[in-house]
């Protein structure tokens, strides 16, 4: 499952922390802690990382659904469309 988490710093602006997670926890801070290392360091990007104790305050981000195309708008199948817009023949 994709989280993103809201980090916010003292003393730099906030980031958004996005990361695959099968670990079925909600609580933001320990979902915070198992992303650090040993060290207590957390990778924010390839060039960048904090120590978990720069960290003020963390939240879950959750980010809206977002709709797909529905049967209502005449949308069945992307294939079977086309081909009926380009009167294809299954004969030749």
Same mark, same amino acid.
Not at 34 to 51: Q, W, Y
Not at 67 to 91: F, M
């Given at each position: ?6 980090? /916010?710093?003292?003393? /730099? ?6 990361? *695959?997670?099968?670990? *079925? ?13 040993? *060290? ?6 390839? /060039? ?16 809206? /659904? ?19 817009? *380009? ?6």
């Amino acid at each position: 499952m994709l989280r993103t988490l809201r980090l /916010r710093f003292a003393s /730099r602006p906030e980031y958004d922390l996005a990361f *695959e997670s099968e670990d *079925e926890q909600t609580d933001p801070w320990e979902l915070l802690r198992s992303r650090a290392d040993a *060290e207590g360091r957390i990778v924010l990007g390839d /060039r960048d990382s904090c120590v978990i104790d720069d960290v003020v305050d963390v939240r879950v981000v959750e980010h809206p /659904r977002i709709e797909g195309p529905t049967w209502e708008h005449g949308l069945q199948d992307e294939d079977v469309a086309t081909a009926v817009d *380009e009167n294809y023949d299954a004969q030749s």
